[in-house]
């Protein structure tokens, strides 16, 4: 049994999750081999980034490529980047669907309005890329953040990165309160690293959760302490490995926490677009009511 089929087991994994790579889409199902590696084609795909480990793994390695391209251009023009990790107070007690809620409106509060767009023009932020991404530690339970890649045209001085914290964590603030979470800690709940790598930083966004030694390596110094956290697909191959029934439950958690891992992605296709070296002219033309892409 691999671990797509584990997840399907659970009675509450929606339906297209579970046809995922089991169900003919028509009548047939060929083998093809491609690199010496044999696979299915002609099966149900679900395309469920945070349910399906199949196509989570899947999407994420692409969203990587695409990414990598181009955030390779806007370094190499010069442009530089900074990860911003907003994190929302919590503890073995809270349930995930209360600290989803809490942290989605504090980035909606973050980037809605005229004042980030004021702070954008200022500082000379060009857009962002923005992932989130769930781990669960035996301390503190359900850890739901968000990594948001900004990138700028210049590197950041120290008055920006005061300032560009600031605006983040007053609206996280404001979020917390609102969804009766205790406040945001001054130091740990808006972290910045200013000025890294924009390809590196990137395949940290794009990828999630899901890293391999490399990759851990790569990235370095942006790795935070996930010291004894793990992801919910961590927590599924454990329940794989041992039966430990706890990290079933851990997962039935996560798969129900929130109606909407049922069907969104991780990342919305706007947030990359806006991403893309050269999208602010297209993204003016959209804005203008012009043809966006
Ligand atoms: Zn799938």
Redesign the pocket.
């Known amino acids: 049994m691999n671990l797509?089929a584990l997840a399907s087991a659970d009675p509450d994994t929606p339906e297209r999750?579970r046809n995922?790579?089991v169900v003919p889409v028509g009548d047939r199902v060929e083998i093809r081999i491609k690199d010496g590696t044999a696979y299915y084609c002609g099966l149900e795909?679900?395309?469920?980034v945070w349910l399906?480990p199949?196509?989570s793994a899947k999407i994420h390695h692409r969203r990587a490529a695409e990414l990598r391209e181009a955030l390779d251009t806007w370094e190499a023009q010069g442009h530089s980047a900074s990860l911003v990790t907003v994190t929302v107070p919590h503890n073995l007690a809270d349930r995930l669907a209360k600290l989803l809620d809490a942290e989605r409106d504090a980035w909606k509060r973050v980037t809605q309005g005229a004042a980030w767009q004021r702070l954008k023009r200022k500082v000379g932020i060009a857009g962002h890329i923005i992932a989130l991404e769930f781990t669960w530690g035996d301390q503190n339970g359900w850890h739901p953040h968000y990594h948001v890649l900004l990138i700028h045209d210049q590197d950041l001085n120290a008055a920006a990165i005061a300032q560009l914290h600031a605006h983040v964590h007053s609206r996280l603030a404001a979020a917390c309160r609102d969804h009766g979470l205790r406040e945001p800690d001054q130091l740990h709940a808006v972290r910045i690293d200013p000025n890294v790598s924009a390809t590196a930083a990137g395949a940290y966004v794009a990828k999630g959760g899901d890293w391999t030694p490399a990759e851990e390596m790569t990235r370095g110094d942006l790795k935070t302490s996930h010291t004894g956290s793990r992801t919910p697909f961590q927590i599924l191959a454990d329940y794989y490995q041992t039966g430990d029934t706890r990290d079933r439950d851990l997962w039935h958690q996560y798969t129900t926490g929130d109606p909407r891992l049922g069907r969104r992605a991780v990342v919305p296709r706007s947030a990359w677009a806006d991403a893309r070296p050269g999208s602010r002219a297209r993204a003016q033309r959209r804005a203008a009511g012009g043809r966006g892409r």
Do not use: E
């Open positions: 797509r999750q995922c790579g795909t679900c395309g469920n399906c199949v196509c």
